[in-house]
């Protein structure tokens, strides 16, 4: 069954960030993810909180979700969002 990781951050240095960009979908695609959105347009359609910059990957399974963030090639790159960004990262089985 698909699993979804929905992201959802606040980029305070772009610069920084960036060079985690350049990484992280090559790990992504590794754990048999791909992108769905990607910072794209967001628009609030109910609640308060403010749009931020969401991304949603899909993943096999719930299982290959955790395996990839939980990766150590995903934990060393990770350190270049520290700092960079602030935000939550969720995973959800699907339907």
Excluded: N
Excluded at 8 to 19: A, C, G, I, L
Excluded at 51 to 75: G, N
Aim: with cysteine; charged share 25%.
């Amino acid at each position: 069954m698909a699993a979804y990781v929905i992201v959802q951050v606040e980029v305070t240095d772009w610069d920084r960030f960036r060079e985690y960009l350049k990484e992280v979908p090559r790990i992504i695609k590794h754990y048999g993810g791909k992108y769905l959105a990607r910072g794209g347009e967001t628009v609030m359609l109910e609640g308060s909180d403010q749009p931020r910059r969401v991304v949603l990957i899909e993943f096999p399974s719930l299982q290959q979700a955790k395996d990839w963030y939980h990766s150590p090639e995903y934990q060393q790159i990770k350190t270049l969002r520290a700092g960079a960004a602030a935000g939550t990262i969720t995973a959800i089985e699907g339907c």
